[in-house]
């Protein structure tokens, strides 16, 4: 009698491709709930919870990274070099920081605490370009009415 052996087998299934290529599409670094509302446009079958499975198999197999935004959802980011990330106070739009890493600075802190600390990341928030030119008329037109 032959003896079968099961290998655990990843494969890469036709919703992960399209998971992933939704955020390599939308490159602005969206919610899990864009990235199923992108994919729910063409393909209505594919259901939240396969977009969602899919996205956390990604950020754990390495292929997409997770951005934790403090008080609001996180974001996913098809690049995977270490950087760093800026939060529009207005839209929640997300874009990357053009600033190296400072892969040393866990070092200039005096007391950890006891952590032994593995990784950081830094959110800058701030207004995008876009907002701030909403902005700009009104600030004209209160300027022009003194």
């Known amino acids: 009698m032959k003896s079968t052996t099961h290998k655990p087998v990843t494969r890469n299934t036709i919703q992960r491709d399209l998971v992933l290529e939704a955020v390599m599409t939308l490159r602005n670094h969206p919610t899990p709930e864009e990235v199923y509302e992108h994919i729910h446009k063409e393909h209505p079958t594919v259901s939240k919870g396969t977009v969602y499975r899919n996205l956390n198999f990604l950020v754990e197999s390495g292929q997409l990274s997770k951005i934790p935004i403090p008080g609001a959802a996180h974001r ?5 070099a270490p950087h760093y990330h800026i939060v529009c106070k207005q839209c929640g739009r997300v874009y990357d920081v053009d600033m190296p890493y400072q ?17 950081h990341e830094i959110v800058f928030w ?5 907002c701030g030119k909403r902005q700009w008329p009104q600030t004209e037109t209160a300027a022009r009415q003194k």
């Open 76 to 80: 996913v980011d098809h690049t995977l």
């Open 103 to 119: 892969a040393k600075l866990a070092g200039k802190i005096r007391d950890t605490g006891g952590f032994e600390i593995q990784e």
């Open 126 to 130: 701030g207004i995008c370009p876009h």
